[in-house]
């Protein structure tokens, strides 16, 4: 969009907001091509819808002063960007919310007085916001963050529970079902149901010494990167974050026609989470298993091969798997995290005796899963490597990380955004974890390994 064309047409216009027994004016200033030349210049905007968050990114040529406040009745956010002109990309703003954002209704910008440009959030729920900024990374200039939280956030749990109360309901409308799925069932207080709880016992392994799992098998599954961090770019333009949540819910999709077992994911649409937050939904779910899956990259593009990786006791199990290690852990610096709000988990440096037993489980799960995954790809390595991958790092829930293939590697590349091998590499995981679960079979979660 032409920045001269918007400002022409915007001269002389005088915006009024009012706000809770006061006035305070936004003046939209005409946009000259000379204004895009100065300090700090804004590069680009990006809105990032999510059921937990929504993020809003400013990205700029330089740092930026820059205050912020709420107000109520209505509620809104306001910032105010100082050494700041107004343009159309700072206009374009109020055109990228999404109409079924979960927070923010409208955004407005305007020119509060000389060389300050005004924000004004209209939001649909109060909220806890987090305004903070990046250094340049990567691909990224400076960047001012807002990430509006929800007051009253959705708790992943509850969130769980509303999918399969909409998976009974769909299986209940088909032709034939009976009203509630069966016949004369009370139905179910939701408050009541527990993430362990058993699940309705199935015709028993009858061959002797064969574990059986007599309770719901929850699994969290962690699409890799998202929102502003798009992860491993291939050459042919695919992006990591894209690869990663199509095999994640196709992978969800065959979890969930499986009896004993239920599914979350980490994120279900294009956002950033953070590494902690991962590890934090998978264990307020208390799931049993976690599966991060991921796309690898390296500088040189006959690299190929799939990988499964665990977290480490001690150091990396080989210089790749460190520099994969570091390779990822680097998401939170490209997706963007507030330094001042500290993660508990990945804080840890030393492993307690828990997480000793939960690494000797993954790497069990590891091995079923590559072992699988080996019948549909070349391995890179035929042994389950280990790192220390901040995102498996939940002390109690057996963790494994899949590199699907290469993304850097252009016949992987197509590979990785082929239906039919997303297919096939979901029921290869499947199938390993299925393998895992026959020889292990999940215990109940004690109260301890439950606190955070």
């Known amino acids: 969009m032409s920045e001269n064309a918007v400002g022409q047409r915007l001269a002389g216009r005088r915006r009024l907001i009012k706000f809770a027994g006061a006035s305070l004016f936004l003046t939209v200033s ?10 700090p210049g804004i590069l680009a905007v990006r809105i990032w819808p999510a059921p937990d968050y929504t993020r809003v990114t400013i990205e700029h040529s330089a740092p930026i002063k820059y205050t912020h406040f709420t107000v109520k009745d209505p509620e809104r956010l306001v910032v105010d960007l100082e050494g700041v002109e107004l343009t159309s990309v700072l206009e374009s703003l109020g055109k990228k919310v ?5 927070n923010i209704k409208l955004v407005r910008a305007g020119r ?10 209209e939001l649909k729920t109060p909220v806890e916001p987090q305004v903070f900024e990046l250094a340049p990374v990567g691909n990224y200039g400076h960047r001012l963050v807002l990430d509006v939280y929800p007051l009253n956030p959705p708790d992943p749990l509850l969130s769980l529970l509303d999918r399969e109360d909409w998976q009974a309901a769909a299986v209940d409308s088909r032709p034939g079902a009976t009203a509630g799925g069966q016949s004369g069932a009370a139905v179910e207080d939701r408050s009541e149901r527990k993430p362990g709880q058993l ?3 199935r015709p028993a392994n009858k061959r002797q010494g064969r574990p059986v799992i007599d309770r719901l098998v929850t699994i969290t599954l962690d699409p890799g990167h998202g929102g502003e961090d798009p992860g491993a770019v291939g050459r042919g333009g695919s992006y990591e974050k894209h690869v990663t949540l ?10 969930e026609a499986e009896p004993n077992m239920r599914v979350a994911l980490t994120r ?3 956002f950033f989470v953070p590494l902690g937050a991962r590890v934090q939904k998978a264990r307020r779910i208390q799931s049993d298993l976690f599966v991060s899956i991921h796309a690898d990259a390296f500088v040189r593009p006959d690299a190929n091969g799939s990988s499964v990786f665990v977290l480490s006791e001690s150091g990396a199990s080989s210089s790749a798997a460190r520099y ?4 990822e852990n680097a998401s939170d610096l490209i997706g963007g995290v507030n330094i001042d709000v500290k993660d508990p988990v990945l804080a840890r440096t030393l492993l307690d005796l828990s997480q000793t037993a939960t690494i000797s489980d993954s790497l069990k799960l590891g091995k079923a899963v590559l072992g699988e995954i080996g019948g549909i790809n070349r391995l890179h390595k035929a042994s389950v490597e280990q790192a220390g991958f901040a995102v498996l790092k939940a002390p109690d829930i057996p ?3 899949i590199e699907t293939a290469f993304i850097s590697n252009p016949e992987e590349e197509k590979r990785l955004n082929d239906d039919a091998y997303q297919d096939k590499m979901a029921n290869a995981i499947l199938a390993g974890i299925k393998k895992y679960l026959a020889q292990n079979p999940p215990l109940a979660k004690s109260t301890l390994a439950r606190l955070d």
Do not use: C, F, H, W
């Not at 994969?324 to 390779?327: I, N, P, R, V, Y």
């Open 199 to 201: 699940a309705e016992r």
């Open 246 to 255: 199509a095999v994640a819910k196709r992978l969800r999709a065959k979890i």
């Open 30 to 39: 005409p946009v000259s091509r000379a204004s895009t030349n100065r300090s």
């Open 268 to 270: 279900d649409s294009d």
């Open 98 to 102: 999404a109409p079924d954002d979960p």
């Open 112 to 121: 509060y007085k000389p060389g300050v440009v005004r924000l004004v959030m």
């Open 399 to 401: 963790s494994i990380l």
């Open 324 to 327: 994969l290690a570091q390779k």
